[in-house]
């Protein structure tokens, strides 16, 4: 018999906790690897914080139920991040690091009958967090024109459509 999903979140969060670590070296590798321009002349000790910050927002939603910091978290990252000038993309991509180290620890550490509680439990936290994200991001750069969603480029060449 399975366990309960209260049980199931407390493992996963469990997990998660051991794996910290690991993970978040994960993905400061993955993403120094992208070189992006905004992260690295961040420099790896503020990109490492970070990393840690949104691991902890994750930890939480996924210990307490409640998505609603890790979402508030990500709409004042956009805000920091926008003004900061880093595209929607580099912040992304810095979400699916982390993101995508969980899921490498889960499958090697984890039993197969595990997988679909932790990767959807935290892939619903990461996911709720990004487009919360993108929705405040997009929102800044509809006030403010913004190159990085410049969306004239798509439609080049639709004039008369």
């Known amino acids: ?14 997990f998660l906790e051991r794996q910290r670590a690991e993970i978040v070296a994960r ?29 902890d927002h994750v930890l939480q939603a996924l210990e307490h139920r409640d998505l609603g910091p890790a979402i508030a978290y990500g709409e004042q ?27 490498t620890r889960v499958f090697s550490e984890l039993a197969p009958a595990e997988y679909a509680d932790a990767l959807g439990l935290v892939s619903t936290i990461v996911g709720a967090t990004k487009d919360a ?3 405040r991001y997009v929102s800044l750069a509809t006030d403010t024109h913004a190159p990085s969603l ?8 639709t004039e008369g459509v």
């Open 77 to 103: 990252v956009a805000e920091e991040r926008f003004a900061a000038g880093y595209d929607l993309a580099e912040v992304q991509t810095a979400f699916n690091a982390l993101e995508e180290a969980v899921w």
């Open 1 to 14: 018999m399975g366990r309960a999903p209260g049980e199931r979140t407390a493992a996963t969060a469990a």
């Open 150 to 157: 410049d969306l004239q480029a798509l439609f080049a060449g």
């Open 27 to 55: 993905a400061e590798d993955a993403l120094a690897r992208t070189h992006s321009r905004h992260y690295e002349s961040a420099g790896a000790g503020q990109v490492h914080a970070r990393l840690e910050v949104l691991y």
């Open 133 to 135: 994200l993108a929705r």
